[in-house]
């Protein structure tokens, strides 16, 4: 049946009605989507075409010494950075830069590239600009679309004080610190970042939180003037370090130490504070912090004293004669008679066909145990180790702490080398070493390695009897109002366990050492100030030996204990044990 015309036209109208319907409906509702569900995200698009968040760096944490001197601060330095999508669109203002700074169009695309956060932020290119170029970008800002500049603190090094290897540097971070702190510490790309010592193992620390400050920019990009609106982030600046470095002894250290390779590290045995830190040679800071160029690192890793490498803790030296007091304090515990054992030295010891020297060539004569340590005679400990055995020596040797880290508040410790039976037999193979191997072990030659910070730490434990207390150098974190984050407090614990009268023993003959009539520290003997120490020269098949002299002070005014190490010094009774006396000799007058 045939539908009237009337019908047939009603239906299409309804349908094309239908249709105008549903088309309104979807414009109504994208009109929906867009300016009600996505307001903000398009809002934030849009804003930031004539909204600019501009980053306002916080203030990194300034580190004191103990008496309240500033050692490190930090000082203003203007920053240039370019926005992505403004200089792509006008690459005119990229060669500008470019001729202003000297430096290629396409190494600051690398940059912007590397540092690159958002079309619209601002990517580090420049640090450290002296202010003629920023005056100079300031003359030419209109041709400059899209180039930035800002101030933000660079650190600053206000003391004397040569703490290079233990303060450290920072610099300007990379991708694998980027991943490595978490995105709630606030970093991005182009950040300064700490690189070495303290700067690196107190980071997060020093670090604090950046702030912003919103700029209103036209079509051009050009800035027209602080958003009215929009109140600015303020800036978290980090914390700050109370080191526990006391500056008198500091620098009576460096002094003493003068130009000469090594180092000289002085605690305090009751509490594990680092009072002075001396390792020659020292860097500079202040090249290290900025861009340095390739030459300057390139000079600086070919000079053949190694001014990179940290002694304190890197060093790794045969110990010599500091280690003896180890092996008496073993005997004494463990052997009968060790007191009134006595032997004959005659300037050398044979085994087998091998003859072992010992320093004093004519020999010392019949000596007891107290004699030996005093006079440090080889001969005598070259008898002791056959009753004493490599196991139990090594066992000691780790109980003071040789051997491994001694768990300081800087990266990069190395842990030394104590020998054991395992040992020896993976490095000479089974049954491939001798007696001879082991002779040259208990004077602290042969396989045996410390640092000289291990070795302050072994005679820190020596005056407090077995009792270790971790070293550090950070005794306070504190705001900017001075309320105390975190302290350092001292941690001790029993290490070595020994009868009072052993302890007695080994105390008594560390004091002949120095104060004895045949005492091989004589130059380090105090007035009216008892000092307790043992010589060590340790043989260096590289060249001259190295010189050591490690000891400690009971008197309650001065608990300090020290390991110095003159890197090819020669003998320690003649050039380490004096260097340490002067340094004792200045504290005692600074303290009168």
């Known amino acids: ?17 239908a249709l105008l319907a549903l088309l309104f409906l979807i414009l109504i509702g994208r009109y929906y989507y867009l300016m009600i569900v996505f307001h903000e995200k398009y809002a934030e698009k849009a804003n930031a075409n004539h909204i600019r968040a501009v980053p306002v760096l916080s203030s990194r944490g300034v580190i004191y010494d103990r008496s309240g001197n500033l050692i490190v601060d930090n000082a203003p330095s203007y920053t240039i950075s370019a926005i992505p999508l403004e200089v792509n669109n006008k690459p005119e ?7 202003v700074m000297d430096v290629s169009v396409e190494e600051i695309n690398r940059r912007i590239v590397k540092n690159r956060r958002g079309s619209f932020a601002p990517a580090k290119v420049f640090s450290r600009v002296p202010f003629e170029k920023i005056s100079h970008l300031q003359e030419h800002r209109l041709e400059l679309i899209g180039v930035t500049y800002s101030i933000e603190p660079i650190r600053n090094y206000v003391s004397n004080l040569d703490l290079s290897h233990a303060l450290g540097y920072t610099r300007e971070i990379n991708r694998d610190d980027l991943a490595r702190y978490s995105k709630d510490l606030d970093y991005e790309p182009g950040d300064q970042v700490g690189w070495k010592g303290l700067e690196k193992n107190y980071e997060t620390v020093l670090h ?10 036209n079509a051009l990009g050009q800035e027209i003037g602080e958003v009215p609106d929009r109140e600015p982030v303020i800036p978290v600046p980090g914390y700050d370090l109370i080191l526990s470095i006391d500056p008198f ?3 009576a250290a460096e002094n003493a130490l003068a130009d000469s390779s090594g180092s000289v590290i002085i605690l305090n045995h009751k509490t594990g504070e680092i009072l002075a830190y001396a390792s020659r040679p020292g860097i500079d800071l202040e090249m290290l912090s900025g861009r340095i160029s390739s030459k300057d690192w390139d000079d600086m890793l070919q000079d053949p004293r ?4 940290d002694r304190g803790i890197q060093g790794l030296y045969p110990a010599g004669s500091t280690l003896k007091p180890l092996a008496a304090l073993y005997s004494l515990e463990n052997l009968s008679n060790a007191k009134e054992r006595t032997y004959v030295c005659r300037g050398s010891y044979r085994l087998g066909n091998r003859s072992f020297g010992c320093w004093k ?6 000596v007891n145990l107290h004699e030996a340590i005093q006079q440090s005679c080889n001969v005598y400990f070259f008898n002791l180790i056959q009753d004493i055995g490599l196991e139990d020596w090594a066992h000691m040797a780790r109980s003071f702490g040789l051997g491994q880290l001694a768990g300081i508040d800087i990266p990069g410790e190395n842990k030394g080398l104590v020998p054991d039976t395992k040992y020896m037999n993976r490095k000479y193979g089974l049954h491939n070493w001798t007696k001879g191997n082991l002779l040259n072990i208990v004077v602290g030659q042969g396989d045996v390695l410390v640092t000289p910070l291990q070795l302050a730490q072994f005679a820190a434990m020596l005056a407090e009897r077995g009792t270790r207390y971790k070293p550090h150098f950070v005794n306070s974190i504190v705001s900017k109002q001075g309320q105390i984050i975190r302290s350092n407090t001292s941690q001790s614990e029993n290490q070595v366990m020994a009868s009072k009268e052993s302890w007695d023993f080994v105390q008594e003959a560390m004091w002949a050492v120095v104060n004895g009539p045949h005492g091989t520290a004589k130059a380090a003997r105090q007035k009216n100030w008892d000092i307790y120490g043992k010589t060590g020269t340790a043989q260096n098949s590289q060249g001259e030996d190295h010189a050591w002299f490690i000891g400690f002070s009971l008197d309650e005014r001065y608990p300090y204990a020290w390991a110095v190490l003159l890197e090819n010094g020669g003998g320690g009774g003649g050039k380490a044990a004096p260097l340490l006396g002067k340094v004792l000799r200045s504290i005692a007058k600074n303290k009168l």
Request: no cysteine; net charge positive; proline share 2%.
């Open 1 to 17: 049946m045939l539908q009237g015309k009337n019908i047939a036209e009603g239906w299409r109208s309804l349908l094309v009605h």
């Open 93 to 99: 203002s990229l060669e500008r830069l470019s001729s």
């Open 249 to 251: 002894i500091q620098t």
């Open 208 to 217: 604090g939180r950046r702030g912003f400050r919103y700029i209103e920019v």
């Open 306 to 309: 190694k001014p990179l490498f």
């Open 361 to 366: 060539k004519t020999g010392h004569g019949k």
